[in-house]
């Protein structure tokens, strides 16, 4: 009786689930394997069944992250690219898909990145292309020249914090670590670069 009792509460248990779920991972990773070994052996097909596969989650994700639909085609460009060249070396610790959205979230977070630096960049010379476009008809490339050899007239102290709160996109904290002086410093030394080449511009 107490055998049949043990055998009966077995039956209880919510086995159904956990076998269907481990029946298809098998099958999955079966996939990706088969997947794996024909895009490293140089089979077209194989590579088409890849991007067909993944294209259009990662393609969403990037489209919801990225601000234009050019930035989302190059960034799925540079995911696909990636993915091909870094599957040669893919060690199958995790999922293809996984593994895919990493190099995703990547060149997301690369591309705002750029993105970042060049709309601050754009606003802290815009002061100086409207100077410069209100008193010469000078083409935008001869602007650009000249706005860089105006800063390579600061001390170079005040030019490198510049470059890095301008075009590489670092925050004052950030900017205080590189070049090892504190927040308050590197404060007044951007704040004295922006003077500087205000006054170049207004000269």
């Given at each position: 009786?107490?055998?049949?009792?043990?055998?009966?509460?077995?039956?209880?248990?919510?086995?159904?689930?956990p076998?269907?779920?481990?029946?298809?991972?098998?099958?999955?990773?079966?996939?990706?394997?088969?997947l794996l070994e024909g895009i490293r052996s140089g089979d077209r097909r194989a590579q088409r069944a890849f991007y067909e596969r993944y294209h259009r989650q990662?393609?969403?994700?990037?489209?919801?992250?990225?601000?234009?639909?050019?930035?989302v085609d190059d960034a799925l460009q540079t995911v696909f690219t990636r993915a091909f060249t870094g599957l040669a070396t893919?060690?199958?610790?995790?999922?293809?898909?996984?593994?895919?959205y990493r190099i995703t979230v990547?060149?997301?977070?690369?591309?705002?990145?750029?993105?970042?630096?060049?709309?601050?960049?754009?606003?802290a010379f815009h002061w100086f292309h409207q100077s410069?476009?209100?008193?010469?008809?000078?083409?935008?490339?001869l602007i650009h020249d000249e706005a860089r050899r105006m800063l390579q007239q600061l001390k170079p102290k005040l030019r490198e914090v510049f470059?890095?709160?301008?075009?590489?996109?670092?925050?004052?904290?950030?900017i205080a670590e590189v070049v090892g002086r504190p927040i308050?410093?590197?404060?007044?030394?951007?704040?004295?670069?922006?003077?500087?080449?205000?006054?170049?511009?207004r000269a």
């Open positions: 009786m107490l055998v049949q009792l043990a055998d009966t509460s077995n039956f209880s248990r919510p086995v159904a689930a076998r269907s779920r481990t029946a298809r991972e098998p099958d999955l990773r079966a996939q990706e394997r088969a990662v393609r969403g994700h990037l489209f919801r992250l990225l601000a234009s639909e050019a930035d893919f060690k199958g610790e995790s999922t293809l898909k996984t593994w895919l990547n060149t997301a977070r690369n591309s705002m990145r750029h993105d970042f630096r060049q709309s601050r960049l754009k606003r410069r476009s209100q008193r010469h008809e000078d083409s935008p490339a470059v890095l709160y301008h075009h590489e996109g670092l925050n004052l904290r950030e308050s410093t590197v404060g007044d030394r951007l704040t004295r670069a922006r003077r500087q080449l205000q006054a170049m511009v």
